[in-house]
């Protein structure tokens, strides 16, 4: 099952306000294990795809420092190493890191900092994940699939979200 998050529509890596979330490949024996294990696996491809669209711009590293509630689960930074490739590092209360840095930049104002680049000395490393190449077959597949699902329906988005007026038991487009 492949899960796309476009709910609120989508900005990056492309720009498209009709853009809707699909489970796709639902089967019978599809359980809510399944349908959350897409969901998660879903946000990792899509950060993916934005982390190819900014490499295609700019250098980015090769660690990806996971913070905030999300990387509180062992299994989800485990599946973004494995989509991504890239090393996963989780931070100690990955879900203050914000606060961390905002700490930092009034610091850095205050002078009680020096340097805002070494606000990073504030923000340890807890756990590391390595990429499994056990799994990068099928989440390569998944990813490719996952990426086609917008392009094939993109028509189809637009479609649905044009406005239609109910008027008894029937439809009425409008403008």
Same mark, same amino acid.
């Given at each position: 099952?492949?899960?796309t998050?476009?709910?609120?529509?989508?900005?990056?890596?492309?720009?498209d306000?009709?853009?809707s979330?699909?489970f796709?490949?639902?089967?019978?024996?599809?359980?809510? !294990?399944?349908?959350?294990?897409?969901v998660v696996?879903?946000?990792?491809?899509?950060?993916?795809?934005?982390?190819?669209c900014?490499?295609?711009? #700019?250098?980015?590293?090769?660690?990806?420092r996971?913070?905030g509630?999300?990387a509180?689960?062992?299994?989800? /930074?485990?599946m973004l190493a494995? #989509?991504?490739?890239?090393?996963?590092?989780?931070?100690?209360?990955?879900?203050?890191?914000?606060s961390?840095g905002a700490a930092a930049?009034?610091g850095?104002?205050?002078?009680?900092?020096?340097?805002?680049?070494? /606000?990073?000395?504030?923000?340890?490393v807890?756990? *590391?994940?390595i990429p499994n190449?056990? !799994?990068? /077959?099928?989440?390569?597949?998944?990813?490719?699939?996952?990426?086609?699902l917008?392009?094939?329906?993109?028509?189809?988005?637009?479609?649905?979200h044009?406005?239609?007026?109910?008027?008894?038991?029937?439809? *009425?487009?409008?403008?």
């Amino acid at each position: 099952v492949i899960f796309t998050p476009w709910l609120h529509g989508n900005r990056c890596p492309f720009e498209d306000p009709d853009a809707s979330g699909i489970f796709f490949n639902i089967t019978l024996d599809t359980g809510k !294990t399944e349908l959350i294990r897409a969901v998660v696996e879903g946000v990792c491809y899509h950060l993916r795809w934005m982390l190819e669209c900014q490499k295609e711009k #700019i250098k980015v590293s090769d660690t990806i420092r996971f913070v905030g509630g999300g990387a509180l689960s062992p299994v989800m /930074a485990q599946m973004l190493a494995d #989509i991504t490739g890239h090393k996963v590092d989780v931070t100690t209360n990955p879900q203050n890191v914000g606060s961390v840095g905002a700490a930092a930049v009034i610091g850095t104002g205050l002078g009680i900092i020096q340097k805002l680049e070494t /606000a990073k000395e504030y923000v340890s490393v807890e756990q *590391s994940f390595i990429p499994n190449e056990r !799994t990068r /077959a099928v989440y390569e597949r998944n990813y490719q699939v996952f990426k086609r699902l917008y392009k094939c329906n993109k028509k189809n988005f637009k479609d649905l979200h044009t406005n239609v007026e109910v008027v008894g038991n029937e439809f *009425s487009q409008l403008s």
